[in-house]
């Protein structure tokens, strides 16, 4: 295990600076004496040889994308073009200070104003905004915009409808918008939102239904069939439909939600777009509106006026107001614009066949070892397995997901949705090739073999990492981010 930067201090000295050849500052002038510092930092001294491999070894010991498959469903961990990164590290867009003027950065402006352009073009919807940080974040906007539509028309609507299929966030956020959710059950529909289970929400509470927030394809992978339908008998009532779009790396290039009867939808830029994420950041959760909710977007707006780009405040009286300082996180715009102009549209349509195709081969050669799909339905871009079989070895879902680490790869998401026992979210992504995928199904081929013969192994993984099985509650509760040297 590699030591602590304190630990490995051994006194030399990284840098050498010239002499000064100006009078040295004086802090004891400046700063009364009670405030100074009195005993020396003691911080870590080594070498820029030392501290740099300590920091590569570090970062070795991590798993990434680089390394191989990360087949966390609903993360969408997919490859993101390298071209990507260069392109928003360019010192022209990094180096702009936030507070220039428009006139002084067209070009950035013109990234977010071409950038939106593009997904209204993908989504089909009327109008963008990139302000939200977070896909959560995209939510929450879009359900004020829901909330305040009914509000501006002298309406009380506070009922959100949320199918349990949908991502956790989804009710989440209803809360957090102070208005209420009535979850609807999809058990004994394999998991399917169903037009009837809708229309007996609509006789139960009426006009008090403010909208519906929807995951499709759903966080089974399972694509909303009767979504269509489903817009329709609530448009009815003026209920709007929301879209958690996290999932769009299904549907990108083939599908446009506006035409299934979407409202107001958030994309997640470092999903489907192609940002790294992971380790909580930077995020984007850009979101797309109809026609008719436009006017309730956050403020400020990007627009083309006379050729010039400029960041506006428009219906100040029916916007949201504003999410986030600036305008959202930038340089995701670039790579996001890099990456749909790389691709083009029929790139695009490519990648998410191939989503599809790679989610499809890896259920296919799961189920046929041995293992079980928790609701029998066509898939998309991920599926669930369920691991529930295997608790008559004692093997429960996170046993198996510690052993595939063992074996140097990453493992699916699990515990997720709660709607499936032992659940095993597997997305594999467009970016892994037929010998990554049959390669994963053999390690799978391996742990089923030893549940079966020697079940203790599992018990016990990971042993072949650098931390062993760590006492995840504990670990919560017993909080301890100070270093205490033992
Ligand atoms: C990731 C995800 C979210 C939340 O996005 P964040 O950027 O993590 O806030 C919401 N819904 C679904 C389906 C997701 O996969």
Redesign the pocket.
């Known amino acids: 295990m590699e030591k602590l930067s304190i630990q490995i201090s051994s006194g030399a000295i990284g840098f050498s600076l010239p002499d000064l050849d100006v009078p040295a500052f004086n802090l004891e002038d400046k700063i009364p004496s009670h405030l100074l510092r009195k005993s020396p930092l003691n911080l870590p001294q080594t070498s820029e040889n030392e501290v740099f491999r300590h920091f590569f070894k570090l970062s070795q010991l991590n798993y990434n994308i680089d390394k191989g498959i990360y087949p966390l469903g609903?993360?969408?961990m997919k490859y993101n073009p390298k071209i990507n990164e260069e392109v928003a590290r360019h010192p022209k867009f990094l180096n702009i200070h936030p507070h220039s003027l428009d006139e002084f950065s067209q070009g950035c402006l013109a990234v977010i104003y071409e950038l939106s352009e593009l997904l209204k073009e993908i989504l089909g919807m009327s109008e963008i905004s990139l302000q939200p940080v977070?896909?959560?974040?995209?939510?929450l906007a879009g359900i004020l915009i829901i909330s305040k539509y009914h509000r501006t028309k002298g309406e009380k609507r506070n009922i959100v409808l949320v199918p349990d299929s949908?991502?956790g966030?989804?009710p989440a956020t209803a809360t957090l918008a102070g208005l209420s959710t009535i979850e609807i059950k999809t058990i004994e529909t394999n998991g399917i939102l169903r037009a009837k289970l809708v229309k007996e929400e609509i006789n139960k509470y009426g006009e008090r239904i403010a909208g519906l927030m929807i995951?499709n394809p759903n966080?089974l992978g399972i694509f909303e069939e009767e979504i269509y339908e489903i817009s329709q008998i609530l448009h009815e009532i003026d209920a709007q439909i929301y879209m958690?779009g996290?999932?769009m790396n299904a549907l990108v290039g083939n599908l446009k939600p506006a035409k299934f009867g979407i409202d107001v939808m958030h994309l997640?830029l470092?999903?489907t777009f192609s940002t790294p994420?992971g380790g909580g950041g930077p995020?984007s959760?850009a979101i797309g509106v109809k026609y008719h909710l436009a006017k309730f977007l956050p403020n400020p707006r990007i627009k083309k006026i006379d050729n010039e780009y400029k960041l506006v405040y428009e219906d100040e009286e029916f916007s949201i107001g504003r999410l986030h300082s600036f305008y959202g996180n930038f340089s995701m715009f670039v790579r996001a614009l890099v990456y749909i102009r790389m691709l083009s549209s029929e790139g695009l349509k490519f990648v998410s066949q191939i989503a599809v195709l790679n989610a499809n081969y890896l259920r296919k050669k799961l189920e046929d070892i041995g293992y079980r799909i928790s609701y029998n339905m066509p898939t998309m871009h991920e599926f669930v397995l369920t691991l529930k079989d295997f608790k008559k070895y004692n093997v429960r879902a996170l046993d198996v997901a510690k052993r595939i680490l063992d074996y140097g790869y990453h493992s699916p998401t699990i515990y997720f949705p709660l709607i499936v026992e032992e659940a095993f979210m597997i997305e594999p992504t467009e970016s892994e090739s037929k010998f990554s995928l049959d390669s994963y199904v053999e390690v799978y081929q391996k742990i089923l073999d030893e549940i079966k013969e020697n079940p203790e192994i599992l018990l016990n993984a990971p042993i072949n990492t650098p931390i062993g099985r760590i006492d995840e509650v504990k670990a919560a509760k017993e909080l301890k981010v100070k270093w205490q040297d033992l």
């Open positions: 609903s993360c969408t977070a896909g959560a974040q995209g939510e949908a991502h966030t989804n995951t966080t958690d996290a999932n997640n470092h999903k994420h995020g959760g």
